[in-house]
Each structure stands twice: as C-alpha cells, then as structure tokens.
C-alpha cells in the first residue's frame, strides 16, 4: 500500500535554479548512463535534481528498473514523486554515483557542501566504482576556494575548538552557517553543524588536515578522488 499524500507527488525545488539550461543540458549525459538494473548514488543540489528528471524520464520510456541512493532527504522525496525505488548503503553498493558540486578545479578537485549533505556525499563517493560531477560552466575555477568557502561538518559540541584549529591551519575567516527558513544553524542531514571556512591558499593536503581536527565529521573539500567531470 502506497500513502496518498500530495507531498509524495509534488515535485519542485526548494529554491531558484540558476543556470537551469545550462544544468539541463549537462543532465542529458547523466540521463544516458543508465542501464537496466543499476543502482546509482545520488548526491545533492539543483543540477541533481534536474538529472533525476531526465533519468527518470529515460525510466518510463524504457520501461527501466533501477534504484537510487539518496543522500538527503530532498533528494529522497524526489525520487519519490519520480517513482525511483530507492535503498541505503546498508543494503546495496552502488554502480555508479553523481552528483553536483560549487567549484571544480582543473584537477578535479572539489569543493562541495553547500546543501548539508556533504559527509553523506562524500561516504557515496568512496563507495562507488565512478561518480560523476554534473556541473555547468559557472562551477569551473582556477583555483579552490575562489567563489565559496570550505564547508565544515562539525559535532555541535566541539563548534567552538574546531574554529581555533581551522584558524591555525590559516583560514582567514570561519563562520557559522545560520539556517534562512528557522532560528539558529543549519543542521546537516547527519544532524550536525557546519562551519564554513575561506582559506587563501588551498594546498594539497588540506583536507586531510581538516578531517584531522577532532570533532570534525567531515569536509566540502574533495581533492584526488576518482571522478568524472560532466559540463556543457
């Protein structure tokens, strides 16, 4: 028995897409990927969603059986109102994987976060055999660290320590990242806090410096992982 709820079947985005036609067409390459019988990771963001779309527009014209790992509970709610099946890590290992990110080097190095789900993107990431980033041209940069912060999960408790550390490994600025629809911070979906912190210069080994600091659950800094870059 399925419930009746309007929630399950509405399906729309929580804020503005920017960029959407650019996004759309970098989510025709994502939609083509599909086989029959795969069990893909899903990440987060905007481009994400769009790419859900196309994937499951692919699904019922192909009459496909495939199944999503969601990261979020957005994502989640998606794949709901599409009719994706979805499972967890417990249960399955993933194909393949994508996702979106906020920059992207010319190494293929990361920095993503900016939805709060980026500890469980990260474990989905290093789950699977290949994941790719679906971005649009605005997301390529120099150099880490131009456009947006590195995003921090931390335990809430240790809010304060992990500060005074990322202050020493030379972050010039480090806050709180306040929620914009309830009072207080952002809770990531890990039930966590984030901290996002700008940094100079990101060097090679940042984020294993980062992900060193006790009460750190996790960075938005992804640097030497196995991915693919899909833009238009």
Sequence with gaps: MQWQSSIAQTLQWSGEIVNREAKQQATVAIAGKVSNGDVIGVGSGSTVFLSLQAIARRVQDEDLQITGIPTSYEV??????????????????????????????????????????????????????????????????????????????????SVHYVESRLIQLGAFEVKLRLAQ???????????NFILDARFANVASDLEGRIKGITGVLESGLFQGYNVEIITT
């Excluded at 998606?78 to 009719?83: D, K, N, Q, R, V």
């Excluded at 629809?181 to 039930?191: F, M, N």
Aim: with cysteine; aromatic share 6%.
């Design 76 to 157: 989640a709610l998606a794949c709901t109102a599409l009719g994706i099946p979805t499972t967890s890590l417990l249960e399955a290992k993933p194909d393949w994987a994508f996702d979106g990110a906020d920059e992207v080097d010319p190494n293929h190095n990361l920095i993503k976060g900016r939805g709060g789900a980026l500890f469980k993107e990260k474990i989905l990431m290093v789950s699977s055999p290949k994941t790719y980033i679906v971005v649009d041209k605005s997301k390529l940069v120099h150099t880490l660290g131009q456009k947006f912060p590195i995003p921090v999960e931390v335990y809430p408790l």
């Design 181 to 191: 629809s309830k009072d207080g911070p952002v809770i990531t979906e890990a039930g």
